[in-house]
């Protein structure tokens, strides 16, 4: 397994920006395709993005699709996730996560191996 650690998360008014980061330790995160998704308060956790293995391919959430942008450095273990044009309804405790290891789809909620311990996004309007 791989062990996430997030940060970047913060306040933000209606129409800003933030990106978030995740760092991830061991040595195969090549392997993992990685995501982040988020959870509202009294809302069930949501898939946001995905970035499969090599970077090469990504996928998103219809909500947020042009809006945010997932990415990746393998030789660095970390990925990102630039958030623009935030809205209210953005706000909720963002969590990385890594998906079964050899597999590009990480944007079921069930096929996570790893989670981080989400950080906190707030969209003022």
């Known amino acids: 397994q791989v062990q996430l650690v997030e940060s970047g998360g913060g306040l933000v008014q209606a129409g800003g920006s933030l990106r978030l980061s995740c760092a991830a330790s061991g040595r195969t995160f090549s392997i993992y395709a990685m995501g982040w998704f988020r959870q509202a308060p009294g809302k069930e956790r949501e898939f946001v993005a995905g970035i499969s293995r090599s970077g090469g391919s990504t996928y998103y959430a219809d909500s947020v699709n042009g809006r945010f942008t997932i990415s990746r450095d393998n030789a660095k273990k970390l990925v990102y996730l630039q958030m623009n044009s935030l809205k209210p309804e953005d706000t909720a405790v963002y969590y990385c996560?890594?998906?079964?290891?050899?597999?590009?789809?990480?944007?079921?909620?069930?096929?996570?191996?790893?989670w981080g311990q989400g950080t906190q996004v707030t969209v003022s309007s």
């Open positions: 996560a890594a998906g079964p290891p050899y597999s590009d789809d990480v944007s079921a909620d069930a096929g996570v191996g790893s």
